[in-house]
């Protein structure tokens, strides 16, 4: 009897963890249903051009713990554009399924991995996605993989920038990821005690920024810690020529208020590297997870973790939608009762909080 064929592939920017998902589909893949595993090579395009690898149990072993992805990443908006409009894409991913004659594909990859995903399933292939980014922001999922890790790398070195704001008397402002959703500025900020912490989702009014930091020095102390999510816009701020919120804030608060700060951008450190212990479990449960499905024959879903248990949703439900932080987080609201500042007046954005 052939052995039924399971293509891998993971697309969109890089994230800890996705070699352990890798991991954990084949693995579960080989030992419990004889399946052949094919890594395809820089996303969906990998397929079109006969791009893979066989994974065998010995490809497969020492990934648990390695930093970004055997199977290479793309952008594939091209692609799924192409797929859509049935043009030469769409016949020769068509002529190469059926030449390597794939049972199933798992998608690994963001939220535009997943409207892909969810392009192909609607033609007809067999497709399962497994959502992941450090933003946390895929919607029908408790959380993505990679996001504890960014988490922990982010507030670590926050940590880190706390004694130098308090020896040198500064403010400082950290820019961390998150482009629409600022979860990762919210729970990083939180765990190393920001004293302002700036969401795309709520916006920012600079002069509760510097009202917090006032306080502060009335106080008796004479540092703070802005946390700051890149995804944020300001009023003034031009983002035309590329001017970040963390750059844009500092300049305003020394030319408006006299307050002199200095910036730290993390960058690409918060999403590379070996997963968090969490996150290796995670993809563990979710790469598993994903191979029983295979077996089930349930396709066009995406792997979700909803109330600490696996589950799925339909690939469609996904399309076009983002989980960003809501105004009523619990984590604002007790940073809120802690005098935490998210540059923001609360009771202007009252119907927002009652969403």
Known sequence: MTKKRIGILSSGGDAPGINAVIRAIGKTGIA????????????FTGITEREYDILGKDKLSSLLSRGGTILGSSRDKAFRKSLQKGDETAKEFAKAWKELDL???????????????????????????????????????????????????????????????????????????????????????MASGADVILLPELGCDPEIVADAIKARYEEGKNYAIIVVAEGLRMEGQDTEKGESPSAFLQNWLREHVGIDSRTTVLGYVQRGGAPSSHDRNLCTRMGAYAAHLIHDGVYGVMVSLRNGKMTHIPLSETNGKLKLVKPADELINYGRQMEVSFGVDFAKIRTKLDD
């Open 103 to 189: 049972e199933a594909l798992v998608c690994i990859g963001g939220n535009g991995t997943q409207k892909t995903a969810a392009t192909v399933s609607s033609l007809g292939y067999n497709v399962i996605g497994i959502p992941k980014t450090i933003d946390n922001d895929v919607w029908g999922t408790d959380e993505t993989f990679g996001f504890d890790t960014a988490v922990s790398i982010a507030t670590e070195l926050i940590d880190r920038i706390h004694s130098t704001a308090q020896s040198h008397k500064r403010v400082i402002l950290v820019e961390v990821m998150g482009h629409d959703a600022g979860w990762i500025a919210l729970h990083a900020g």
């Open 32 to 43: 419990t249903y004889d399946y052949e595993i094919l890594g395809f090579q820089d996303g």
